[in-house]
């Protein structure tokens, strides 16, 4: 089964569709023993870093998901919130990853939204992908580069496109609003 983390932050919806349409079973929840015993775990979002992080430690599913032993992936507003701090809203964050989370300089037209490729491509997430392939983002924050950075992009600046670190791995872009490409990562992550 896979579990798909219900927090105050949207996109769930779209998640559970894509992963609906490569034939798994899915549930969308924030009961910490489903989350447990589920074998996959996807931590989607699109909001605001302070408000989503206040949700996570009322329901104590902050804790929870550090303490995950299975396959998780968060998802856009899911991957910065895996890292260790957010500009927004000045936000200590999970920690999972050692990056931080900047908000893009005003230079160029903010949010980054649209169809962008990816390069240094490392990890299973990315098995047939190639640096050719678009996806989609939406976002106003990024990732920093570390040491956890399992592909990049470039809009106004290089940033994490994907991070990934033991069982967790995390995408900005948005894989379920990708096409055909965004579901081979889906799938690849499902596969694990």
Known sequence: MIAIIKYNAGNI??????????????IVTDDAEQIKSADKII????GEASSAMNCLKNTRLDELIKSLKQPVLGICLGQQLMCKYS?????????????TVKKFPPMEIVPHMGW??????????FKGISDNDNFYFVHSYFSEICEDTA????????????????????????PEKSAAIGQIVLKNFLSL
Request: include cysteine.
């Open 13 to 26: 919806k779209s998640v559970e569709n894509a992963v609906k349409r490569l034939g798994y079973n899915c």
């Open 43 to 46: 931590f989607p979002g699109v």
């Open 87 to 99: 500009e927004e809203g000045n936000t200590n964050c999970l920690g999972i990853f050692e990056t």
């Open 116 to 125: 962008n490729n990816l390069g240094s491509l490392k990890g299973n997430l």
């Open 151 to 174: 592909a990049t992009c470039n809009y106004i600046l290089t940033f994490s496109a994907s991070l990934q670190r033991e069982n967790f791995y995390a995408t900005q872009f948005h």
